[in-house]
């Protein structure tokens, strides 16, 4: 069966380091990929995806995100973040011609001062 | 364009009532979606929608019903609340699950 796992469900950063975020997905396929955030009391906003092509993505807020076919990871980063980061982030995978998005549990980033 | 709406923002229902959360969205997606959130659960699907006269069932859809008379509504129906549907609801829409998922503000449910 699919799945997604974010392995990490709390992390806790200082402001100006540096962050990554895992996620590992099980599907048959090269699968689209995804990385949501959700600052409190919001929905979900999609931060950056990946298709195909450049195994490196950038997306919004400074972050990016890089696919490894051979670890079946596409892990987020951010070299520096910032108070305003402090979100839960959530991974999403599809698979090509299906009907559903499946999403992981999330980690919920807390930045120290 | 406002995106996608929901409503009500808050509910709180008494076991056994019913109700229905309004979602709508105004950017022409055929896929809708809707999902509940629950603390250390992530986003759970309930139901979905290809199209209008399109649904189908997610990972959690007992105790839910829908229907997309058109392509821009997707009310969620529940039709005899229990406390254990107390959660989050959001509704999202894209023009498939391979494009980005537009996300509502979401709806607050309790069930008492």
């Known amino acids: ?113 | 364009n406002a995106g996608v709406t929901q409503t009500p923002k808050f509910q709180v229902l008494k076991t056994g009532q019913s109700m229905t959360l309004q979602c709508a969205q105004d950017m022409n997606h055929e896929y809708m979606s809707w999902y509940r959130q629950d603390p250390g659960m992530g986003l759970r699907l309930i139901h979905y929608s290809v199209g209008a006269g399109i649904t189908d069932q997610g990972e959690v859809p007992n105790g839910y019903n829908v229907s997309r008379s058109t392509t821009e509504d997707f009310p969620l129906r529940l039709l005899s609340a229990a406390p254990s549907q107390t959660s989050v609801y959001f509704c999202a829409s894209s023009y498939s699950p391979n494009y980005e998922q537009y996300f509502g503000p979401g709806t607050r449910l309790t069930v008492t």
Not at chain 1, 68 to 91: G, I, M, T
Not at chain 1, 97 to 108: L, M, P, V
């Open chain 1, 1 to 113: 069966a699919q799945s997604v796992t974010q392995p990490d469900i709390h992390i806790t950063v200082s402001e100006g380091a540096s962050l990554e975020l895992r996620c590992n997905y099980s599907y048959g396929a090269t699968p689209y990929l995804f990385w949501y955030v959700q600052s409190p009391g919001q929905g979900l906003q999609l931060l950056l995806k990946y298709f195909s092509g450049d195994t490196l993505v950038q997306g919004i807020k400074g972050f990016e995100a890089e696919f490894k076919r051979s670890q079946s990871s596409f892990n987020l980063r951010k070299p520096s973040v910032h108070w305003s980061d402090a979100a839960e982030y959530f991974c999403a995978v599809a698979r090509h011609r299906d009907d559903k998005i499946i999403f992981g549990k999330g980690t919920r980033l807390h930045i120290l001062p």
